[in-house]
Every structure is written in C-alpha cells, then in structure tokens.
C-alpha cells in the first residue's frame, strides 16, 4: 500500500511538470497582453512592471473591430456547427445502414475528403457561378471542410449501435426520419458533443477559408479581424496577445463546458455492442 | 427484407448534406484534377489547353522536392510517434478519479485550441537563440552546451517544429483515448485483479486490445495530418530558413503563390493519392486486429 | 405521414437551392453602385478593394474626409481589406479571373495585373485625367502610364531603399559614410571594435534579406547603359540570365562576406524587422540596409531618435552608387464600374494635391505629386536628395515578371550552407523563371 502511495506521488508530479510545460507558453500569452509596448517586445515570463491590463484591452477591443468580428464569428460558427451535425449524422446514418455497394462507394467518397486538401480556387469559381454573397459561400465552404471528418466520426460510432433497435423502431410503425430523429440521434449524444466541439473548434479559428471569402469590415470573423487590425498595429505584441486571448476564450469556455461530456463520445469504436 | 432496409434508410435524410458536398467538394475536386491536367495563362480559364502530365513531371522537378518529401515523412514519423506515446500516457495516468485529474485534462487539452499563428509567434520567441526561454533556462541550469539554434538551424528546424506540434496536439490524442478507455467494462479488470495480474499484464492484455479502436482512430488522424501539415510550419518558419524545412503542403502553397495553377492541383492530388495510400492500409491492418468486445 | 416527410426533406434539399440561387440574385443587385439621395446631389458608393497592410493612417484619413464631404464630394468610398502577401495575390488573381471585381482597386501595379492576373482589359484607360499635370511625365511612365495608357493613379507614398545608419555609433567610432565596399569594410571594422554589431540582418522575415544584395543589380544595369527597365525587359525575354549579371552575384557574395566576417549580428536567422529598428534606433547596430519603412517605424516608435538615423546608398565597389526605388501602389478603375465617368472623377480627386495632401499628412513620405509637401524624417530625406540626383532606379522585383519574391530562400540557403557559391543563388533565380515562364506558356522559353 505505501508502495502504491509513493508511485502516485511520484506520478502526480510528473503529470504536474508536464503541465508546467504546457502552460508555460499559455502563462507568457497572458501576462503579455498585460504589459506595455517595449517590455511586451522583449516577450519574456517577467511580471510587467507596470499593468495595463485595462488599457490594452480596451484599445484591442475599440480599435480593433472585435466586437463586430465576434458577432460575425458567433453566428458563422453556430450556423455551421448547427448544420454540420444535422448534415452528417443524417448522412453517416444512412450510408452506414444501407450497406449496398452504391452507399459504401458514396462514403468512402466523403471520407476521401480527409485526405485530399480542399481546392479553394475551383471552388472559388463554383461559388462565384452560384453567385452566392460571400458569407452564405464562406458558410457553406466550410461546412464542406469539416464534413468529412465528422461523418467519418459519426459513421464509426453508429456501427456500434446495434440494428434490432432500428427493427423494433420500425416494426413500432416508425417512418424513417422519425426513426433517426426519435431513436437514434439521442443515442448519438456523445459523439455529437465532440462532433459540436472539433467543428466549433475549426470554423472559429479558420483563416485560410474565410480569408476567400469575407473581405469587408462588416462581415470580417475574429481571426480576419485580427489580421486586419496587425495590418495597423503591427508589432504592437501587447496587443496581439490581448487579441490571442480574446479570440481563444471563446473556444476554451465552449470546451470546458462540454468537456464531461466528450470523455465518453470522442472515438467512433466508443460503444462496441 | 431488402427493401424494407432500403426503405428505412432512404437517401432523402442524406440529400441535403450529399448536395453541399457534391456542389463545393466534388465538383471542385473533380475541377482541380482536370486543372491539373491543364496548361493555363495565368487565372484565365479561358487561356487553358491540355498539358498532358507535364503538371504533374514538373512537381517532381521541383528544386526542392526532395527536401519537402523528406520533411513531411519526418515530420509524420515523428510528432505520430511522440503524439501518440505522450497521448497514451496521459490517457493512463488520467483515467482515474482524483482531485486534479479534471483540471489536468482541460489544461493538456487547452494548447489545441489556441490558434495556430499564437502557437508559431509564442514558440519563436521561446525557441530565440539568444532572447528565448529555452536557451535561457539551459543556460541557468548549467547546460548550456544544449543550448541550439533551435529554429533556425537547417538540421534542427525541422524536429523543433515536431516538437511544437507534440506540444499542441498530444492532449487532444489523450482525449480521444480517454473515451476509449471509459467504454471498457470495470468486469474486465475485475476478472484479471482475482487472477493476480499486474499493471502491465493488464494494460497488455485487456486495456491496449480494446483501446485499439480509438488509437487506430487517433493514429490515422495523426498520420493525415503530418502528412497534410502547412499552418504550423508557415506560422513557425515558413519552410525556412531558406528551405530547410519546407514540406509538402508549403510547395504546394507556393506553386499557387507563383500562379502555376495547374502545377499546385497536381500537387495537391499527388499528395492526398500518397497519403490514401499509407493511411488506408494502416487503417485496415489495424482495424483486422480489432477485437469484438 | 411518411410520404409528407418525404416531402419536407425534399423541400429542405430545394430550399437549399433556392437559397443559393436567390441570394446570388441579391448579391449582384448589392454589387451594383448603390445610390443614396440625400440633398440635392447624387452621392454614389464607390467599393474599393485593397490589402489589409496597404490600409495604414493615409487612407484611414483620406476615407474618413471623403466619407464626411460625400455630399460636396458627389461620392463616397465603401472600402474591403483582403489578407496581403502570396494568398492575397491568389484572392486578387481569383477575382480577376472570376470578374469578381469592386469599381475601385489598389494593386501593386498595371504590369502585376498584365502577367499575374492576365486582367489589363478589365481596367479602365484613365488617359486624361486633370491631376495627371501635378506629377513628372518621368515619373508616371513605364508604370502607371503602360502601352500607352494610363491605367492607375499612384497612392501612397514613394520607398527608396538603402542603408540606413545610427549617426551616434558613427561618430563614437570616427567614421564617415563610405562611399565604396572596401570603406564599407573599414566602418564595420571600426564599429565591431567598440562592441557594437555593425550591421543587422533579420532574417526572420525572409523577404528583408534582398535589400543589401540589390546594388549589384543596379550597377549591372548602369554598365549595360540602361536602367532596371532595361535590365528586367531582357530577362523578362530571355535574352540575360540572372547568373550573367557579373555585380549582382558579387554583391550577393558580399553580402556573406559580411556574415564570414562576423559583422553581422549572431542571430540573424531568427531577428525580425522589428528587432533590426529596435536595434537601430537604440544604437546597438550601426546600420541596416531596407526602405524607407525603417525610418517611418522608428519615427512612430522612438521619435526621439529619429534624428540621430541617416541614410546613404549602399556602396558598391567602382563608388557609382544608386539607390533602388519602390514605385506607389497602384490605385484603377474596373470595368464593373457602372458610372466609369464619375469612377474617374474619384480617381482624379484621389491623386490631386488636395487629397494626397490629407493622405501625406497623416502619412509622411515620399509623394508623387509634385503638390504635397511632407514632413518626412531626415534619414528619408537624405535617400531623397540621392533620387532627386537622379541616382535612384525602380525596384526590380516590380517589374520583374517571372521571378517575383523568390529571392530571399536561396539566399538564405547560401547563408546557411545548403547552396555553395553566390552564383547558385542567381541559378535559382533563373530556374524559377524558368519554370513560371513555361507555366505561362511565354515563346521565349520555347
């Protein structure tokens, strides 16, 4: 029992030392956009001599645009979030279900999209033939870039759904949409959780899509927001960080909110029948 | 019977997702590769006349195609080994009940959130030669002999990119872990404590063969994306100094940048046919060893 | 009950379409110069698109001026920001490919539009505009005037390039400017014994490693008896390879030199641009060889060392030293322009000393217009007196049209080893003209 004692000791500091070195980077973010311009420059782990925590969020938050680019990115990122698990676990269902060649050569093709990097510039050119405004584009693009890893997410944890449950929901007179919406899905809960934290993730800090696409003060998202302010502020690190943290905050509450959740969701091969 | 099956799962719940994915993934797929195929005047499609595989023999003859071939493979070996063991390790040692294992798991988790050009800005100013932390502290500790060009040494760079990318995406490996991990049944262990094996004969025998779903998972994810890298690299070193660490995806980055249109599709598809080619294997290999629980 | 659902998901998928499709209609309905009718006079919208780094006090200035006198004016400005830098190239060029174009756009030039974006027909001729006679002939030729036509206004100011230095560090190391490489060498020499780097390299920044390598380049073209337009129309064609140009390949060998001789500063691989002015202004380097960009940064962030900054050209070994010159951006109007008559009055209005005065104002500089008068830091007016010599050529990456921004990696391979000798460097240069050209299906390559 001591024995055991003393290996747990040993091991909790260890796990304490590793997070020492994750946060170490993390802590020089922080008390970085607390300092002035000159020591922020010299970006070391130094306590500011003097705070301007209050001033340099202000100015990142005035001059900055970053109340509109939150706004925008709000709305961009649960729209597609929103879509992109009402879109893929209805498909991943189906496809997964169906069993036939045709279905299993369509999924394969979704997931082929894991593999092979998006083609901005033809898809540029579809959009534009669409004529869609820019942001319906931007939303719909990058739905598209996330929906093959949330359907390949989906598709392997429904497997483990045992199908007797599908029959007895159909021999209980079910019609198909209300057999998936009903019965299933709620089954999908944990995974949905990942799939809402992964995809919230990647649309909230996407830059290389948007960047096509959103081009106007009025439509700009957080990381574009950033960027254009740099364009004005450049080297100003203090308030780089201040915008690190800003845009990042968002993301970690998102996480820290669902994270009991996602423990038992993450992985498809998560609940073998 | 079939049918019925048929029926249940028709494809009007799959249209609308199949749509979107049809109108701005295959179509421009499919655009790419006949782009691909294609000699082009600038962005003008209409300048555009068959070019045969000359797209494809001049990614081959880039200048630094070997470099950046190089590269992606030490950058996929690499940060998949080390993502995967510190991930394994962290998924273990955090899969019990105590006080700190919440906040630990959200403060291993927290790097993969932070954006990407944060993490590259952070670690060149930690990684300065003479300025940076790391230096700094070898420095203090005595081990200044240690002390490197960390970025910015041509044989160096690129293992200190690896490193930056472990430090950012091992807790999320150890995420994906530790949901496999929950789903195998406490009767197992159970079983296996009345039969007197140890740890290790435990983590061999029940946990490793029935995590191996979730670690396939991981482990594919992490060699896709080691092969398919660019944000890092171009928020850290922007494949340089000169070309030491371009990879892969930074060439192809570049022949866009250069407006050789057709030259960047070929690219892209040789890439993702390369990385299909070792993935799905792997995936299959692994998935064989599965065991039903 | 089945089929109804049947119906609903069906309806969703056409929705979809019909959402894709009715949007586009919106979408070019906005695209259309809106119309406000406000007072007496039309006041037009006009967009203008514009990276995100060409943004600066100037046009946040100017925007604001217009925007406020809209109604004297007859029309405002509506202006979209993209990210700069090789993506940015890649959105302007997949705009002008896609005729996804605003009425007004900033581009680096008419020649970049001509072979990056193959787009010259979609910029209207601007052949006379009143403004045209407040700037020299000289100056708008070759650039904004192309083929025999005037397809852009400048906006923002002139860069010149050349070695800036602290004027503190020269005197407490009794030196003088050098006028050649060999008094160049005898500075640093002279500096390095007082503990102070002379010169700053960041190479960090990639693209600020060419500046010093530059000079070569335009002795190359004095010798031939022509200029950098000269020099470019034969590369551009064939005709000289860069690994011929004798000076050029010296003064990247120079450039090492002075790396193998210890005179740069250790870390130069992972120094910034920032750090190079931090350290300059501070007098911890003596000299640092860039734009104008130099002098405009440490004036907003250490004005009180403004003046201890100079500048003088780089030496080159004969002594007939030139400064290189950045030409200012370009500013033209699109063929999606529906009034191209009004669209030229806002262009006029934009290049006229009233305009580029308030632009100078909040931007000192350099300015095209013969009408504005800047107050413009000394270092800066030092490259000036150099240019109004005559001694200045444009920058050669402007008007080179196969070879643009691949420089610096094969210098700093040379710098690090992986390329052996300074002629490497200009081979590579040629090989990736080489290559751009063949993609471009130039008949020169042939």
């Given amino acids: 029992m001591r024995r055991r004692k003393r290996y747990e000791a040993i091991l909790n500091t260890a796990l304490c030392f590793c997070a020492l070195i994750i946060l170490i980077p993390v802590f020089m973010v922080i008390i970085n956009s607390f300092k002035n311009q000159t020591e922020a420059a010299r970006m070391n782990l130094k306590l500011p001599t003097t705070w301007h925590i209050f001033e340099n969020y202000k100015e990142m938050i005035r001059e900055g645009g970053i109340f509109r680019g939150f706004l925008n990115s709000t709305i961009i990122t649960v729209i597609c979030v929103l879509l992109l698990i009402i879109l893929c676990s209805t498909m991943a269902f189906v496809l997964e279900r169906r069993k036939t060649f045709f279905s299993k050569l369509i999924h394969m093709t979704v997931v082929f999209g894991l593999v092979l990097p998006l083609q901005i510039i033809p898809t540029y050119f579809v959009c534009n033939f669409l004529h869609l405004t820019h942001e319906i584009a931007a939303v719909f693009v990058l739905i598209v870039a996330n929906m093959s890893f949330t359907v390949f997410l989906y598709t392997g944890f429904i497997k483990s759904i045992p199908i007797e449950i599908d029959e007895s929901a159909w021999i209980d ?74 845009s990042t905050l968002p993301v970690a509450i998102v996480y820290l909110i669902l994270q009991r959740h996602i423990i038992s969701g993450m992985t498809s091969g998560a609940v073998k029948g | 019977m079939h049918s019925t099956t048929l029926k249940r799962y028709s494809y009007t719940l799959a249209i609308p997702g199949l749509l979107l994915y049809i109108l701005f993934f295959i179509i421009p797929a499919v655009g790419g590769l006949a782009l691909s195929f294609v000699k082009i005047l600038g962005f003008n499609l209409s300048s555009a006349r068959f070019g045969g595989l000359q797209n494809y023999v001049d990614v081959f003859t880039q200048p630094n195609m070997r470099r950046a071939i190089g590269n992606s493979f030490i950058f996929a070996l690499v940060t998949t080994i080390f993502k995967m063991g510190i991930g394994l390790s962290l998924a273990i040692a955090l899969n019990r009940k105590m006080a700190l294992t919440n906040a630990l798991r959200t403060v291993f988790f927290l790097p993969a959130v932070i954006n990407t050009v944060a993490v590259g800005l952070i670690f060149s100013s930690l990684l300065h030669p003479s300025n940076g932390l790391v230096n700094g502290f ?29 430090w950012k995406w091992s807790g999320f490996t150890m995420v994906i872990l530790l949901s496999g991990m929950q789903t195998i049944g406490r009767d197992y262990y159970e079983a296996a404590e009345i039969d007197g094996a140890d740890g290790v004969t435990r983590f061999k025998y029940i946990t490793f063969p029935l995590l191996l779903p ?53 690219a892209s598809i040789i890439l993702a046919v390369v990385i299909a080619g070792i993935a799905l294997p792997a995936y299959k290999y692994i998935a064989n060893r599965e065991v039903e629980m | 009950m089945k089929k109804s659902r049947k119906w609903l998901a069906m309806g969703l998928a056409f929705s979809m379409i019909a959402g894709l499709t009715g949007c586009g209609g919106s979408s070019t309905a906005s695209k259309s110069v809106s119309t406000g009718s406000k007072g007496d006079m039309e006041v037009k919208t006009f967009r203008v698109l514009m990276y995100t780094d060409w943004y600066k006090a100037g046009w946040q200035a100017l925007e604001q001026h217009i925007n ?64 045209v006679s407040e700037y020299d002939e000289k100056a708008l030729d070759g650039t904004f005037k192309y083929n025999g036509k005037l397809y852009a206004v400048p906006i923002d100011s002139v860069v010149l390039s050349g ?12 030196v003088k400017i050098p006028q050649t490489w060999d008094e160049l060498l005898a500075v640093c020499e002279k500096v390095k014994a007082q503990g102070v780097t002379p010169v700053y390299y960041s190479g960090k920044d990639a693209w600020s490693v060419q500046p010093p390598t530059i000079s070569g380049l335009l002795n190359d073209a004095k010798e031939k008896g022509t200029d950098t337009f000269g020099l470019m129309e034969q590369i551009n064609t064939n005709k000289l390879k860069y690994a011929d140009c004798t000076n050029f390949v010296g003064s990247i060998e120079k450039t090492k030199n002075l790396i193998d001789l210890g005179y740069v500063n250790e870390t130069y691989l992972s120094d910034t641009v920032d750090n190079a002015h931090q350290a300059l202004a501070n007098g911890e380097c003596a000299m640092y060889i860039n734009g104008t960009w130099c002098a405009d940064n440490i004036n907003k962030k250490f004005p009180d060392k403004i003046d201890d900054i100079g500048a003088f050209a780089i030496p080159t070994t004969s002594g007939d030293n030139y400064i290189n010159m950045f030409t200012p951006y370009s500013l033209a109007l699109t063929t999606n322009c529906k009034d191209p008559e009004l669209g030229k009055k806002v262009l006029n ?3 006229s000393k009233e305009a580029q005065q308030i632009y ?19 270092a800066t007016e030092d ?42 460097v200009a081979q590579a240069l040629d090989q990736e003209t080489e290559r751009n050209a063949k993609a471009q299906g130039d008949s020169n390559w042939k």
């Fill in chain 3, 349 to 351: 209005y934009i290049a």
């Fill in chain 3, 383 to 424: 490259l000036k007196k150099i240019m109004d010599n005559g001694k200045s050529m444009t920058d050669w990456e402007e008007i080179n049209k196969y070879a643009y921004g691949n420089l610096s990696e094969p210098l700093l391979n040379y710098y690090t080893g992986m390329l052996k000798d300074a002629k490497e």
């Fill in chain 2, 214 to 266: 979730a670690f396939n998972n991981a482990l594919i994810l992490s060699i896709i994306g080691g092969l398919k890298v660019f944000d890092l690299i171009q928020a850290t070193t922007q494949g340089g100094p000169g070309s030491a660490t371009e990879v892969f995806g930074t060439l192809i980055y570049k022949s866009f940048g250069a407006g050789r249109l057709g030259e960047g599709c070929a």
């Fill in chain 3, 163 to 174: 070695v800036f230095y602290n004027k503190k560090v020269f005197e407490k190391a009794g």
């Fill in chain 3, 68 to 131: 406020e006198n809209s109604k004297e004016l007859g029309f405002k400005l509506e202006i979209s920001k993209i990210q700069g830098g090789s993506q940015g190239d890649q959105v302007l060029q997949t705009k002008f490919a896609t005729d996804d174009l605003p009425d007004i756009i900033q581009v680096y030039k008419p020649q970049w539009v001509e072979s990056y974006a193959n787009g010259l027909d979609k910029l209207v001729d601007l052949t006379g505009l009143e403004c």
């Fill in chain 3, 360 to 378: 100078a104002d909040a931007q000192p500089g350099v300015y095209l217009n013969k009408n504005v008068t800047s107050d413009i830091p000394k």
């Fill in chain 2, 138 to 166: 070898l420095r203090a500790v005595g081990l200044g002999g240690l002390a490197q060009s960390w970025l910015v040494d041509t044989n160096l760079a690129i293992f200190s990119v690896c490193a930056i990318e472990i």
């Fill in chain 1, 173 to 246: 007179g079910a019609s198909h949409t209300q057999l998936f919406f009903r019965i299933i899905f709620p089954l999908l809960q944990p995974v949905t959780v990942t799939a809402v934290i992964i995809n919230f993730m990647a649309v909230w800090n996407d830059f290389g899509i948007s960047i096509y696409f959103l081009n106007s003060a009025r439509n700009y998202t957080l990381p574009l927001t950033v960027y254009n302010f740099f364009g004005n502020h450049n080297s100003d690190w203090q308030l780089v960080f201040a915008n690190v943290v800003l």
